[in-house]
Structure formats: C-alpha cells, structure tokens
C-alpha cells in the first residue's frame, strides 16, 4: 500500500486548501480512509475518517469546517479544509485502516508521507 499525500501550503487564516492523497497498492474501494495531523510539540490526532461505504467522522475541532471525501474512481481521498485558523497548523498525514461502523471508530494501519500546512494569522 502507498499513499501520496498533496495539496498543503501557506494559507491566511480564514482561508481554504483542499489536500489530496492518492491510493495504491490494494482495492481502493474495500479501504476505510482518514487524515491525522501532528502540530509541533504535540500528538498525532485524528482529523476525519469516511468509511468505504461513504460513512463519515470528524474532530470535534474541525466539524462544520473540515470534509473529508473520496472518489473511488481516482483512488484519492480528499480533505477540503476551510475557515482555517492558525491551531490548524500541521502537518497532515493521511492513512489506511478500520473503520468500526458499530463503534464510529479508526484505527489506521498504513501512512503516507505528510504535507504541511500552515495558516498565517
């Protein structure tokens, strides 16, 4: 499994970005999808994650802001990322992994190379 990760920037806070990561390696359709991020100095922290079958969640600290989307034809799943502020600042990684339907939970097992992103104030 391989997963390129693109699409990160300088941004000024009240802005938007779109990252793309485009999947290889298996049946892309069969995998659960999400994107982490790690700011400096603190944990990896889970951003969203969509199910194969388009089921979707989100970090509290990015709902209504954040979406998380995939196309099964282009093997890429998508982060759109709007009203950005500057605790959006990270580097952002996507993934592979589970997506427990009964429990909304991720659990990643391949990552792809970051992108950063930063959001001047």
């Known amino acids: 499994v391989q997963l390129q990760a693109s699409g990160g920037g300088l941004v000024q806070a009240g802005g938007s970005l779109r990252l793309s990561c485009v999947f290889s390696g298996s049946t892309f359709r069969d995998e659960a999808l999400g994107w982490y991020r790690q700011a400096s100095g603190k944990e990896r922290e889970l951003v969203a994650a969509?199910?194969?079958?388009?089921?979707?969640k989100y970090a509290d600290s990015v709902k209504g802001r954040f979406t998380i989307s995939r196309d099964n034809g282009a093997n890429t799943v998508y982060l759109q990322m709007n009203s950005l502020n500057s605790e959006d600042t990270a580097v952002y990684y996507c993934s592979t992994g589970q997506y427990f339907v009964w429990s909304g939970t991720y659990k990643p097992t391949h990552w792809g190379r970051g992108t950063q992103v930063t959001v001047s104030s």
């Open positions: 969509i199910s194969s079958g388009g089921r979707t």
